[in-house]
């Protein structure tokens, strides 16, 4: 779409892999309380229709590469300070679930909200957060949990190495060297 767009719409992303949702609680990034979510597709065609219609995609480097993803958030309060409603979540039946566990790699369908907004001297579209149905529920299991403590363990370590099969290991806390003067600082560039 080369035209900005004029009229509010509703947008429908379908088949989409779900990653890093904040769907049941709000989080609050940067001062503003939100739900997210990013959606991703390999399909080069794809990408170049979400960019098309508003979304800001980027494309993943190394591993990532060939992987195109957007990231989809909605506040909790609109400009006038009044609740904009949560994130509404469904299944495959399209009957109301939680997403509290929704892992990285899960499928499924998003709407968006898109309007036109012509504020301060920018003009642009602006994208919010409406619905997800999840096809393809992926559950996020933590891969590491805490184990028991004796009563000398009071003091945490700085480092753990964690396995799912086997108990965190205990490492040895690194004491802070004195710190250098800003003369021996300088003398260290040279």
Avoid: C, H
């Amino acid at each position: 779409m080369s035209n900005i767009l004029t009229e509010p719409r509703n947008y429908r992303l379908d088949d989409v892999e779900l990653n890093w949702a904040k769907l049941s609680k709000p989080v609050n990034p940067f001062g503003t309380e939100q739900w997210e979510i990013q959606v991703a597709t390999k399909d080069e065609k794809v990408a170049k229709d979400w960019k098309d219609n508003y979304l800001n995609v980027k494309e993943g480097t190394g591993d990532n590469k060939g992987t195109w993803s957007v990231q989809l958030k909605r506040k909790v309060k609109k400009a006038d300070g009044s609740e904009n409603g949560k994130v509404r979540v469904v299944g495959r039946d399209a009957k109301p679930i939680e997403a509290t566990n929704l892992g990285n790699g899960s499928k499924g369908n998003v709407i968006l909200y898109q309007y036109p907004y012509d504020a301060m001297g920018r003009k642009g579209v602006a994208t919010s957060l409406t619905a997800v149905q999840v096809s393809n529920f992926i559950e996020y299991i933590p891969t590491s949990d805490f184990s028991p403590m004796d009563e000398d363990d009071n003091n945490p370590t700085e480092e753990a190495e964690f396995s799912p099969e086997e108990p965190p290991k205990k490492v040895a806390k690194k004491k802070n060297p004195t710190p250098k003067s800003l003369e021996n600082v300088v003398k260290d560039w040279k």
